[in-house]
């Protein structure tokens, strides 16, 4: 069996390393301008504001806890935590949240949810100094419902950055969003 080396470039928080390798832990364009480059976020532990939007988002999903010292997002397996749920309990869900001192979180509908895909990366297309990849390899839920089709949501996978419908009584995981004061 042959190996064939490829070409990476590693994100790490506010820049970009590019080189060869057997495998790297994200895959972005070798010496492209970021979408979403870490000064782009101020960081509050377990929120970030994204100032270019004024979004403030949850660094990890729903049922995730952030890892301060190991920069990662982990899941609390010790409670009867879901992770994964339907669109409508998402919704319930987001706007039930208090989170460092605020009350009006909610899941983030199509658009805002774009904002923080990094269309310059793969296998994992999201800033992850900021969003980390422990839990990235995931679908998440935006409130957005299909134009189409009424039992649908629109949804992206971090994994790839891709978009489509997905149907509402399916489970997924989702991230929440407020408006930055």
Not at 73 to 97: G, H, I, P
Not at 127 to 155: E, H, K
Request: glycine fraction near 4%; aromatic fraction near 12%.
């Amino acid at each position: 069996m042959v190996i064939k080396p490829i070409l990476w470039s590693l994100v790490l928080g506010v820049g970009v390393i590019s080189g060869i390798c057997h495998a790297a832990s994200q895959a972005c364009v070798p010496g492209a301008v970021l979408y979403t480059p870490s000064s782009d976020f101020v960081q509050h532990g377990d929120t970030v504001t994204h100032t270019p939007t004024g979004l403030m988002w949850r660094r990890c999903p729903i049922d995730y806890d952030w890892n301060a010292t190991a920069k990662s997002c982990d899941l609390d397996e010790s409670t009867d935590r879901k992770s994964y749920y339907t669109w409508s309990l998402a919704l319930a869900a987001a706007e039930n949240l208090i989170l460092a001192g605020y009350n009006d979180w909610r899941l983030p509908n199509i658009t805002e949810l774009r904002t923080i895909v990094e269309r310059r990366c793969t296998a994992f297309a999201i800033n992850v100094g900021i969003f980390p990849t422990s839990y990235n390899n995931s679908t998440y839920w935006s409130s957005t419902t299909s134009s189409f089709q009424v039992d649908a949501a629109r949804i992206i996978t971090f994994a790839q950055g891709t978009e489509r419908t997905y149907d509402k009584s399916e489970s997924l995981q989702f991230m929440v969003v407020r408006d930055a004061d």
